[in-house]
């Protein structure tokens, strides 16, 4: 996701700081609030996943500051924010698709024969926004997502 975000952001004038070295006596929330108190420039974070996710989403809340939120990958925290509005979007790997599919596949070549006419699939990424969060999380519940 790193390295991705690295390249695909600075075309986009995107400024690309990687925040990863934490000292050890301080929480992913101290850390990251005290970078976005020493950098009032920053604007937005995207996050590698729910771990660093939440921790920045409490961070931004206790700086009082606005700061957008992305992140990779749902959580239940993830997917609240996202409804309330308090997150721009996570990316969705719909991992439903990447472990029903194979099935599937797998089912029709046994029956039929038949395989796919290309080698890759894309089961993503999707994206979960607050549009659709409140779906994402009815679906978590019924256990189909």
Do not use: W
């Not at 809340?61 to 997150?87: E, P, Q, W």
Request: charged share 15%; proline share 6%; hydrophobic share 45%.
């Amino acid at each position: 996701h790193g390295a991705g975000s690295h390249t695909l952001l600075p075309p986009f004038a995107l400024l690309f700081c990687v925040l990863v070295d934490i000292p050890l006596n301080l929480s992913g929330t101290e850390a990251v609030a005290n970078y976005l108190q020493r950098n009032p420039t920053v604007d937005g974070v995207m996050a590698l996943g729910p771990v660093g996710a939440e921790p920045a989403l409490q961070a931004i809340n206790s700086i009082k500051r606005s700061v957008k939120l992305a992140t990779f990958d749902l959580s239940s925290t993830v997917l609240n924010a996202l409804r309330d509005g308090k997150m721009v979007f996570a990316v969705d790997q719909q991992q439903y698709l990447q472990g029903y599919l194979p099935v599937v596949l797998l089912a029709n070549y046994k029956r039929y024969g038949l395989l796919p006419a290309n080698d890759i699939i894309a089961t993503g990424p999707g994206f979960v926004t607050s549009q659709n969060a409140a779906q994402v999380i009815d679906l978590t519940k019924r256990g189909i997502r």
